[in-house]
């Protein structure tokens, strides 16, 4: 009967130790499996960060080339009140251009104002050429507005001067 236990035992122990081999070997498949994503999830965000990069410097170049083109600083704009209503309403977007021509009365107009960041999308009603100087003064008002736009001027201006 001692015979038959230690058999029993030695082919116990062989099934313990097969069942262990199998299992460290599923454990390197589990390892080798977990490295293998760790290493798509950082090539995938290595790819991910190339392509914002690309994304963003495309923008900058396409933001650049308009500026170079249109002659504005800021070559795109948006509409942000009513005041140019029924002709721009708000949300909309405007592409400027630099004109070499002369202001003239009628014409719509982007201007800034010292101390504020929004540009002013208004028409001109009123210009006023200094002679010699090639400065040019204008009075503004939005369409939809009642008055024209010295309330919106820096203190102290009747108008705002252009220069060519």
Request: hydrophobic share 45%; charged share 20%; aromatic share 6%.
């Amino acid at each position: 009967m001692c015979v038959g236990y230690i058999g029993l035992v030695s082919k116990n122990l062989k099934d313990i130790f097969t069942f262990e081999v199998e299992i460290a070997e599923e454990m390197g498949w589990i390892e080798e499996t977990t490295a293998s994503i760790k290493s798509i999830q950082i090539r995938q965000a290595l790819h991910q960060a190339v392509s914002l990069g690309m994304i963003v410097a495309s923008a900058l170049m396409i933001w650049k080339t308009l500026v170079c083109i249109t002659g504005s600083e800021s070559p795109v704009v948006v509409v942000l009140s009513e005041s140019m209503e029924p002709g721009f309403s708000r949300g909309d977007i405007l592409f400027l251009h630099m004109s070499r021509d002369p202001i003239r009365a009628g014409e719509i107009v982007v201007y800034n104002i010292d101390g504020r960041d929004i540009p002013i999308v208004h028409r001109v009603i009123q210009v006023h050429e200094r002679q010699g100087t090639g400065e040019v003064d204008v009075l503004t008002k939005g369409d939809n507005n009642d008055g024209d736009d010295i309330p919106l001027y820096a203190p102290g201006l009747l108008v705002i001067t252009s220069k060519d």
